[in-house]
């Protein structure tokens, strides 16, 4: 089995900073895309940024500029760097990832549980 834990959520001031870590473990073959989703209350879930295994990048225009996404190939995570947050932000924070598992012949996405960011003064 795969699994996707995810770390670093919590209570930031607007103009804070916070960092988002996603674990994956378990019997992986391999892992392509990796991303970040948010979905705050009451709206649809929303991609904030992804990042290819060759190292692209591509962020919502919401946060380009602030929010940085970057991956540990050795060590199967990725973060979440998030800089000068605003109220808006504050949702609850998915990593997604691309993985084929040991005994699987395709690749699937993966989700985890989520993590809150709340950001208010």
């Known amino acids: 089995q795969v699994q996707l834990v995810e770390s670093g959520g919590g209570l930031a001031q607007p103009g804070g900073s916070l960092r988002l870590s996603c674990a994956a473990s378990g019997l992986i073959h391999s892992i392509n895309n990796m991303g970040w989703y948010r979905q705050a209350p009451g709206k649809e879930r929303e991609l904030v940024a992804s990042?290819?295994?060759?190292?692209?990048?591509n962020y919502a225009d919401s946060v380009k500029g602030r929010f940085t996404i970057s991956r540990d190939n050795a060590k199967n995570l990725v973060y979440l760097q998030m800089n000068s947050l605003k109220p808006e932000d504050t949702a609850v924070y998915y990593c997604?990832?691309?993985?084929?598992?040991?005994?699987?012949?395709?690749?699937?996405?993966?989700w985890g549980k989520g993590t809150l960011v709340t950001v208010s003064s």
């Open positions: 997604n990832v691309d993985i084929r598992s040991v005994y699987a012949a395709s690749i699937r996405d993966y």
């Open positions: 990042i290819t295994s060759g190292g692209s990048t």
